[in-house]
T-cell receptor
Framework: DAGVIQSPRHEVTEMGQEVTLRCKPI?????LFWYRQTMMRGLELLIY????????DSGMPEDRFSAKMPNASFSTLKIQPSEPRDSAVYFC??????????????FGQGTRLTVV | TQLLEQSPQFLSIQEGENLTVYCNSS?????LQWYRQEPGEGPVLLVT?????EVKKLKRLTFQFGDARKDSSLHITAAQPGDTGLYLC???????????FGTGTRLTVIP
């Protein structure tokens, strides 16, 4: 398996533009997580899905952020409009949740977003 | 809300030295995981501890879960340059399946 695949690896955009980050989880995994990592705040959980359904989006910073998971093999994180303070590395992770305990989360290589 | 606090935040040691990293919380976790992250990559799982008081060893790394399942430690014996990286603890609260990460410890092992 190729692992969790994220695209693009790097994104530079101007303030006010829409940004879409993409993630393909590991086949067979039923949980998907979006994280944001910065030096100041560390690795923050933004939202996670179980079986394509958003379970907890309390970590989403504000209404400018939205995430979708239309099927088991694809998810997007959209920022509209983007702001310089959104600059960070965004990670997608997937896992196989049995409903009993959390199992290993497999991470993609991340998308480094720079908003100028 | 940061549920897991790690200390120290930064650690720079000489090759061959021993070190301990701590992960503390006021919350109880059903399990706790340790990950290591290298530059330009996502975190990779090292170990999962589930039972209060549990100790797991992975070569030169020893992981312990506190009796009350609120804290954990990672001890590295005879550190090597290859141990350099960001060490993250992560916990999940029972049934929640939301994996929260600690603040991280950035370790540098100098040859």
């Amino acid at each position: 398996d190729a692992g969790v695949i994220q695209s693009p690896r790097h994104e530079v955009t101007e303030m006010g533009q829409e940004v879409t980050l993409r993630c393909k989880p590991i086949s067979g995994h039923n949980s998907l997580f979006w994280y944001r990592q910065t030096m100041m705040r560390g690795l923050e959980l933004l939202i996670y899905f179980n079986n394509n359904v958003p379970i907890d989006d309390s970590g989403m910073p504000e209404d400018r952020f939205s995430a979708k998971m239309p099927n088991a093999s694809f998810s997007t994180l959209k920022i509209q409009p983007s702001e310089p303070r959104d600059s960070a590395v965004y990670f997608c992770a997937s896992s196989l949740w049995t409903g009993l305990k959390t199992t290993e989360a497999f991470f993609g290589q991340g998308t480094r977003l720079t908003v100028v | 809300t940061q549920l897991l606090e790690q200390s120290p935040q930064f650690l720079s040691i000489q090759e061959g030295e021993n070190l301990t990293v701590y992960c503390n919380s006021s919350s109880v976790f059903s399990s706790l995981q340790w990950y290591r992250q290298e530059p330009g990559e996502g975190p990779v799982l090292l170990v999962t501890v589930v039972t209060g008081g549990e100790v797991k060893k992975l070569k030169r790394l020893t992981f312990q879960f506190g009796d009350a399942r609120k804290d954990s430690s990672l001890h590295i014996t005879a550190a090597q340059p290859g141990d350099t990286g960001l060490y993250l603890c992560a916990g999940d609260q029972t049934g929640a399946n939301n994996l929260f990460f600690g603040t991280g410890t950035r370790l540098t092992v100098i040859p």
